[in-house]
Every structure is written in structure tokens, then in C-alpha cells.
């Protein structure tokens, strides 16, 4: 039998029997629908958490000033423990697995002013490395601090987004200048809004930027608040959290292993812990959308063994006139195969629009939207091949297998 021969007669046959063909076709479709849906979602999820954590850095490690817990060499317990600039150029010396290092100062509540535009807002003094370590970029237009500007302690502001639209409003705020605890300020940047759901101080978008030197000068102090840095490789991250929590125990006299002295907070932990998270999360989805599609699976070969049983004649006279089983086989395979197909298309037409319809829903922000990727089809399209060829294989075997006499003895 021809391949055209072979398709006419499977939709004939489809056509015959089309209550029956409809609901095989809608067990297939539904099945498929749910995969692309549960996985779209899973992975949008994924997406959204890592551009929130994202926000705020990519891999790196933010050291905390706190209180010693364990008496040492004559010290007591209680004893504060404060970073200096010159700390985190000690760290960069002392530990070579460090790639970027930088001091961050930080007051709260410093009075902003714009004519008669008023706020109270974190004022943060950093270095250069700061923006790429915190991912802060400038919108178009604007930049971030030079050389220059940290050399000649020069008084320009790199402003958080909210802090732009509360001063500005829609007016251009590059160029302009305001008023810092009514010591003027040149405006040399706003920052690209992000998506940030986590933070050590405040959302960076409240927040207002110096050149480190210059907020040296004008507090006339040298104690940071904050050391950040990023591991040269994020794999070895707790080896080089050990070396600095060691280097500033050296440094400021306090016990090694007095966690508590020295708060060290490793996002790339979080990082580990998402990629499991998300691991077994999307495999969940895949499971119950993979059984889902099982259910519709069986129900095709459900079906696909009592069409074998109510064409038991047509087989037996397709055998005695030269049919070999391995025709019979293909025909009823290539059935199966077209009706999951057929389930599939539809499937894929229905997951895709609804996950498209899905793209701007207002929790958007928190569980992400579904996301229709390569990734989604592959796997559904894999479960989909491994259900279509099981449910087609087994009633095709049967039928290739049926003797030809019983077949004629048939009703």
C-alpha cells in the first residue's frame, strides 16, 4: 500500500467514526495544552526570580560589621567590629581568589532639594566597580563616575530612578543640579529602572550615589558600612568567604571561627539554591503534565484495540489477498501516529495562545509569565513521541499478529 493510499484510508476510516475520533484527538489535545502550560509557567517563574535576584548583583558577597560572640586574646564578647576603606584593600591583597572588591559608605534620611521639591533619601558612597558589581547603569544619557570624579572628589550625584521621578518628575534631570544637605550637586546620571526584590539597605532605585571620596570628605570619615566583592569563581565562593572571614579576624583581632563577628552573605548561595529549586519544580510540572498526556495516551490505544476488534474481517481479507503483517502493522500505526499528531497540533495551538493571552498578567512581577520557549516544545514534543509511539505500537502489534482464519470467522 502507497503512502497516499495509507493516509486516504486512515482519514476515511476517521471520518467513519468521527465521535470517536473527536474525543481520541481531544484526550491528545488536552493532555498536550496542560504540558506546554504547566512547563511555560515553571519557566517563567524561573525567569522571573533570577531577573529579580539579578537586581541586585550578579554573584556577589556582601560583608556586614557586627559583634564579636567569643572572647579572644584578652578581648571580650560585644566588642563592635568596624570596616575601613583600608579593610577592603587589605582583603584584595590578602585574598588572591577575590576578582572585584569595593568599600560602600551609607547614610539614611540625608535631605534632597530641587527647588521647592523636597525628599529624604540613602545616600551611598562607592567606587567605579560598584555599577557593574550591582548591576546600577545609567539610563540613556547619563553616565556613571569616572576617574576624575573620584580623584577631585568632584559633587556629582548619580540618582536612583524613584528619587528622579519624586525631585523631577518628567522634567531631564541630567545636567541639573540639587541640593544635598544644601551642598549643591551636579545631576550626571539616573539610573536604569530594574526589577530588584531583595536588598541589603534599600531598593537602589531610593537610593542616591556619591564618588566615594567625596562622601569621605564631606562626613570626614573613613568607616564604610559595607564590603562587597565577587569570587573569581563562584564555585570556590565558600573557600574565599573562609580566606576573608579569616584575613579580617587577623586584621581586627577576633576569633575565626566566630561567625558572628563578621556577617558574610554569599548570594551565590541563593543562586544554588534556585537552580534546584527551579530543577525540581519544572520536573513536578513535567510530571503531572507527562501523566496528563499518559491518561490521553492510553485512551488512544484504548480505543485503537477495539477498532482492531471491530475490523477483525477487513484485516483477514486484507491477509488472504497478499497484505503481509507488516502492512497491517504500518496501517494501524500510521492511524494511531495521525490521530496523536492531529491532537498534538491542536494542543500546541491552544498552549501557545493561552500562554500568549498570559504574557501581561498583573502578578507579573512576583510569579513571572508563562514563557512559550525551545526548551517547552522540545520536551513536550519528546513526551508527545514517546506516548504516540507506545499507544501506536501495542494495537498495531495486535493486529499485525491476529491469524487470518480467525479474523474471517469474525462477526
Same mark, same amino acid.
Given at each position: 500500500m502507497s503512502l497516499f493510499s495509507l493516509i486516504a484510508d486512515v482519514f476515511?476510516?476517521?471520518?467513519?467514526? /468521527? +465521535?470517536?475520533?473527536? #474525543?481520541? *484527538?481531544?484526550?491528545i489535545m488536552w493532555g498536550?495544552?496542560?504540558?506546554?502550560? #504547566?512547563?511555560?509557567? !515553571?519557566?517563567?517563574?524561573?525567569?522571573?526570580?533570577?531577573?529579580?535576584?539579578r537586581g541586585m548583583g550578579d554573584n556577589i558577597v556582601i560583608l556586614f560589621q557586627n559583634k564579636t560572640t567569643k572572647s579572644f586574646e584578652g578581648y571580650g564578647i560585644g566588642r563592635q567590629i568596624r570596616f575601613k576603606e583600608a579593610d577592603a @584593600?587589605?582583603?584584595?591583597?590578602?585574598?588572591?581568589s577575590i576578582n572585584e572588591i569595593t568599600p560602600e559608605y551609607s547614610r539614611g534620611m540625608i535631605p534632597f532639594r530641587y527647588g521647592s521639591r523636597t525628599n529624604s533619601a540613602n545616600l551611598t558612597g562607592v567606587y567605579i566597580p560598584y555599577? $557593574?558589581?550591582?548591576?546600577?547603569?545609567?539610563?540613556?544619557?547619563? /553616565? @556613571?563616575?569616572?576617574?576624575? $570624579? *573620584?580623584?577631585?572628589?568632584?559633587?556629582?550625584v548619580f540618582l536612583g530612578n524613584e528619587i528622579k521621578e519624586i525631585l523631577f518628575g518628567d522634567e531631564d534631570a541630567v545636567g541639573k543640579s540639587v541640593l544635598i544637605r544644601d551642598m549643591p550637586f551636579l545631576v550626571i546620571g539616573v539610573m536604569e529602572p530594574k526589577t530588584q526584590n531583595s536588598s541589603y539597605n534599600v531598593r537602589d532605585e531610593s537610593r542616591t550615589f556619591i564618588p566615594a571620596t567625596t562622601f569621605s570628605t564631606i562626613f570626614g570619615t573613613d568607616y564604610i558600612n559595607y564590603i562587597i566583592y565577587t569570587p $573569581? $569563581?563562584? +564555585?570556590?565562593?565558600?573557600?574565599?568567604?573562609?580566606?576573608?572571614?579569616?584575613?579580617?579576624a587577623k586584621k581586627h583581632r577576633f576569633d575565626a571561627t566566630d561567625l558572628d563577628a563578621v556577617g558574610i552573605w554569599d548570594t551565590s548561595e541563593f543562586w544554588e539554591f534556585m537552580h534546584y529549586f527551579f530543577m525540581g519544580l519544572n520536573g513536578f510540572f513535567g510530571m503531572i503534565g507527562f501523566f496528563t498526556l499518559a491518561v490521553g495516551g492510553i485512551g488512544v490505544a484504548n480505543i485503537m484495540f477495539v477498532v482492531v476488534q471491530e475490523r477483525m474481517k477487513e484485516i483477514g481479507i486484507r491477509r488472504s489477498i497478499g497484505a503481509t503483517r507488516a502492512?497491517? #502493522?504500518?496501517?494501524?500505526?500510521?492511524?494511531?501516529?495521525?490521530?496523536?499528531?492531529?491532537?498534538?497540533?491542536?494542543?500546541?495551538?491552544? !498552549?501557545?495562545?493561552?500562554?500568549q493571552s498570559m504574557q501581561h498578567i498583573p502578578i507579573k512581577e512576583f510569579v513571572g509569565a508563562p514563557q512559550f520557549s525551545a526548551t517547552v516544545g522540545l520536551v513536550a514534543f519528546t513526551v508527545l513521541s514517546i506516548i504516540g509511539f507506545i499507544a501506536g505500537l501495542l494495537p498495531a502489534f495486535r493486529a499485525s499478529r491476529l491469524s487470518i482464519i480467525d479474523c474471517l470467522r469474525s462477526k
Open positions: 476515511r476510516n476517521m471520518n467513519q467514526q /468521527r +465521535l470517536r475520533t473527536f #474525543l481520541t *484527538i481531544f484526550g498536550t495544552a496542560t504540558l506546554i502550560i #504547566l512547563l511555560a509557567f !515553571g519557566f517563567g517563574f524561573r525567569d522571573q526570580m533570577t531577573l529579580n535576584m @584593600w587589605y582583603l584584595r591583597d590578602k585574598v588572591p555599577s $557593574d558589581m550591582r548591576n546600577v547603569f545609567p539610563q540613556e544619557g547619563g /553616565r @556613571w563616575f569616572n576617574e576624575r $570624579d *573620584i580623584n577631585e572628589r568632584r559633587r556629582v $573569581d $569563581d563562584p +564555585l570556590s565562593a565558600k573557600e574565599t568567604s573562609t580566606a576573608v572571614r579569616e584575613a579580617l502492512d497491517i #502493522l504500518r496501517q494501524f500505526f500510521a492511524e494511531t501516529l495521525l490521530l496523536v499528531a492531529l491532537g498534538a497540533i491542536i494542543g500546541y495551538g491552544i !498552549g501557545w495562545g493561552l500562554v
